[in-house]
């Protein structure tokens, strides 16, 4: 499970991926003051009037739009009409005039426009809201009173931007685009009306807000202040998650299902899990069967939660150790050591935060899985993640394969692994599709 310090699994670097590491675990520095949110004091709503602002694509510019692709690229654009601001909601026209989608306008972003609807006679106001709120929840379905569960995933809920994970009864929300914060009075009272929390915390700490050029937000929005922990129940484990300040939202709700599959494929099994952040998949392992289970983090908090989980679940002493140090040096140590593990799990941070850094990544992607090679007994099997979604399955494929050949092991692809369903993934949005999970067995 990637790290608390998520940025904070350390890649080759020493000083530098240290630096990285404390200001991951520290809420990410963004342009503008850090504010302490309450629902009282967000800005007021407009609609869209009579009179829209509209963005004009270039000539041939239409087609992925077209396609229902919800993100308009700043080159796509040819020309703005009218004056939007920050998040206010623009039609989105053709080079010819035609109307393609309504969009919420982002001046600093990349991505200049997030589609909210392709429907011309569907206007974006606070009842809109409220009926993509309402469809996303019912998507989801009855679920435990205790389980963690995302509720609201973004583009694929048509509500671009907005992320709501429920633990129990605590909803963790992250408002994430221009358009987002421009309508947050809305989502909040959509999220009040058909959440069931007692609370609802902001956590829109992340470095994406600066790139539409907001200030990070943290706070509670609605109902009582959370808890410092918030207890959870997933595949017969209890965990504990820190909403105010894990990384995230609190925990990895998306590598639910993957833990359930190493649960099922632990029993009487040696086990690594690097990049281990509170020990869920080491958890798993042991609930599952494994008779060992060795976990490394270079964050010293999230191991005194991962032990807390430990005795949480009753794990006898002995078969869990937790080790607080550079997953890359320390799996040097273990190989200099003639360690060899039965089953192996890699979910580093995200090497690649955008497409600038693939290069880069693609070493440390390289560098990770060749260790984890050179640790896996015969007949093992290692379980490797990437959670960069600028790099696209094939290019993770090719990677872990070439560094199957570096370490000298011939190795057989068994499964591809990804988000868990509450983490929906439109087809016409690969970009959704961050999560890329193989699994693979050393002959």
Not at 134 to 154: C, H, S, Y
Not at 277 to 293: E, K, Q
Not at 411 to 426: F, N, P, S
Request: net charge positive.
């Amino acid at each position: 499970m990637r790290s608390a310090n998520r940025a904070s699994k350390k890649s080759p670097g020493g000083a530098k991926a240290r630096a990285q590491d404390r200001r991951r675990r520290a809420p990410a520095p963004v342009q503008g003051r850090r504010e302490s949110v309450r629902a009282a004091t967000f800005p007021a709503e407009r609609s869209a009037g009579s009179r829209e602002a509209a963005i004009v694509l270039g000539p041939g510019r239409e087609k992925s739009i077209a396609r229902r692709h919800p993100w308009i690229f700043s080159g796509a654009v040819a020309r703005v009409d009218g004056a939007p601001q920050a998040g206010d909601t623009v039609q989105v026209l053709s080079s010819a005039g035609q109307f393609l989608a309504r969009a919420a306008f982002s001046p600093t972003s990349q991505i200049r426009a997030r589609v909210w609807t392709w429907d011309q006679a569907e206007a974006v106001d606070a009842a809109f809201i409220e009926r993509r709120v309402a469809q996303a929840i019912e998507r989801r379905g009855v679920t435990a009173p205790d389980a963690g569960v995302r509720l609201i995933n973004a583009e694929a809920d048509q509500l671009p931007g907005v992320v709501m994970d429920r633990y129990a009864n605590v909803g963790v929300v992250q408002l994430l685009s221009a358009g987002a914060e421009r309508w947050r009075d809305a989502i909040v009272r959509a999220l009040q009306s058909h959440a069931r929390c007692d609370s609802l915390y902001e956590r829109s700490d992340v470095e994406v807000r600066a790139l539409e050029g907001l200030a990070a937000r943290v706070g509670t929005l609605a109902g009582n202040d959370p808890p410092a922990l918030v207890e959870i129940a997933e595949g017969g484990g209890r965990f504990r998650v820190e909403v105010r300040h894990g990384h995230k939202t609190g925990f990895y709700l998306d590598q639910a299902r993957n833990r359930a599959r190493i649960a099922a494929l632990a029993r009487d099994k040696s086990v690594l899990n690097c990049f281990c952040y509170t020990g869920g998949f080491s958890i798993a392992a042991l609930l599952g069967g494994a008779t060992r289970a060795v976990s490394i983090d270079s964050s010293a908090e999230a191991l005194a939660l991962a032990r807390e989980h430990e005795r949480l679940n009753g794990i006898a002493p002995g078969r869990a150790e937790w080790r607080e140090a550079d997953v890359f040096a320390e799996l040097r140590k273990l190989r200099s050591a003639g360690e060899r593990f039965d089953l192996i799990v890699l979910d580093p941070p995200k090497f690649a935060p955008t497409a600038a850094h693939v290069q880069r990544a693609a070493r440390a992607y390289k560098d990770i899985n060749l260790l984890g090679f050179q640790l896996l007994r015969p007949g093992g099997l290692l379980a490797t993640f990437s959670c960069s979604g600028v790099i696209e399955p094939p290019l993770f494929q090719s990677i872990v394969a070439g560094a199957a050949q570096d370490a000298g092991v011939q190795a057989e692809l068994i499964e591809r692994w990804g988000a868990a369903t509450d983490h929906a993934v439109m087809l016409d949005f690969p970009e959704g599709e961050y999560l890329k999970g193989l699994l693979i067995r050393r002959r």
